[in-house]
């Protein structure tokens, strides 16, 4: 017979060690580069990462740590999982001029049909003032990512 339970209910095991998850707050969506990127890392192609030493490896792969130009990619990410475990989904621009970068942000809005990951948060580490510029000129749509007031707001619409 199955007892009712309201709340949480936690079972110990005698078997190996498992940490708690939970689901995802926040989605981080990366744009940058990395030139010395694995050849997993595709331009222009969302990825998805949850482990810091997987994306790490694939932005910077081993034996290539000593190189002087790293990408924007590698400091990023350490950056993020300096602050915890985050889902980032990465889309590694050609090279770092604008028309690259904002091609690559094209491709991070098809993330969530590449990945299954929906990125919450943007950013393109030193370009990221042309994310508006980029997402309203390659959708024609200036409205997809401007603020709206939420709909109990009181104030009157001209």
Known sequence: MSEYVNGIVIEESSGEIRTITTGSQSVIGLVGTAPHAAASLEANVPKAFRSRAKALADVLPPGKEGETDKGTLYGSLLQIYEQGGASVVVVRAASDSNSDVMTAIEALLT????????????????????????????????????????????????
């Open 111 to 158: 993330a969530e049909s590449a990945t299954g990951l929906k990125p919450k948060i943007l950013a393109a580490p030193g370009h990221s003032g042309i994310i508006p510029a980029a997402v309203n000129e390659r959708l024609g749509n200036p409205e997809r990512i401007k603020p709206k007031p939420p709909a109990n707001s009181l104030t009157k619409e001209s």
